[in-house]
């Protein structure tokens, strides 16, 4: 069999492309849509080969995208809105701990995210989290509210991060020791073993954050167990019920 791949040059790969068809794995069980689907891709004449959006069409691909997992854009919709109730300094922990979530989780949100994002956009905009959010039931009042709260960097969208940021209260596990170390160093800016006060207002501004969670006396500040302890009474916040789907 002639592979392409395997030829040094771009001549010697022309070539080789050019004496296709190719032949398939022997003793690969494929189903007869799957080859299709994978030979239409692999004629040389790009006349004859099979575009973008006419794979996208293929039978085979259909058949699958179909029967896949179903974007939990329900449980998305609670997450937002639980989110949206923490204080400026918890939501921040939780953009910090949002990636060291496994790739597979990241990978099934991104999936989520995207199907809220009609635009392609790579953010959600108002009018898209206002959709998701309207089939739990939530008002177009309290949509825009948690829409504004969720928005943790104020520029009129919910990116990504914010989006990953809210989603880890469809984790079943805590986040470990080294997750919440590394949070904790993202917000401890000048590495001196405590978050201060005058470090958080840098980052979220007056108000942004409750002053009563810092420690209590003149420092102000919290130290490596006093932000875990933190990030342990917030997860129970930001636990949602994934059996009722309920945003209540």
């Not at 040059?9 to 068809?21: D, H, M, V």
């Not at 405590?194 to 958080?200: L, N, T």
Request: glycine share 6%.
């Amino acid at each position: 069999q002639v592979r392409p791949y395997t030829r040094t040059t771009a001549k010697q790969q022309l070539a080789a492309i050019g004496k296709g068809p190719p032949a398939m794995p022997a003793g690969a069980d494929w189903s007869a849509d799957a080859l299709d689907c994978v030979l239409r891709l692999l004629r040389p004449e790009p006349a004859e080969r099979a575009s973008a959006s006419e794979v996208l069409e293929h039978p085979w691909l259909v058949k699958h995208a179909a029967t896949g997992s179903a974007p939990r854009t329900s449980s998305a919709a609670c997450a937002l809105a639980h989110f949206s109730r923490l204080d400026g300094l918890a939501q921040l922990a939780n953009e910090s701990l949002a990636f060291s979530m496994p790739p597979a989780e990241l990978e099934q949100l991104r999936a989520t995210f995207e199907s809220i994002d009609k635009d392609c956009s790579g953010t959600l905009s108002i009018d898209e989290v206002r959709s998701v959010l309207a089939k739990q039931g939530v008002s177009d009042v309290d949509a825009e509210r948690i829409f504004a709260r969720a928005d943790t960097s104020h520029n009129g969208v919910v990116d990504y991060v914010e989006f990953t940021a809210a989603m880890l209260a469809l984790r079943q596990t805590p986040p470990t020791e080294e997750a919440m170390r590394s949070a904790f160093v993202v917000l401890d800016a000048n590495g001196d073993g405590v978050i201060a006060y005058d470090e958080i207002i840098a980052v979220l501004g007056e108000g942004g954050f409750d002053k009563r969670q810092l420690g209590g006396g003149e420092q102000q500040s919290l130290d490596f167990e006093a932000f875990k302890r933190l990030l342990q009474l917030r997860r129970s916040a930001l636990s949602v019920n994934l059996a009722s789907d309920s945003c209540s």
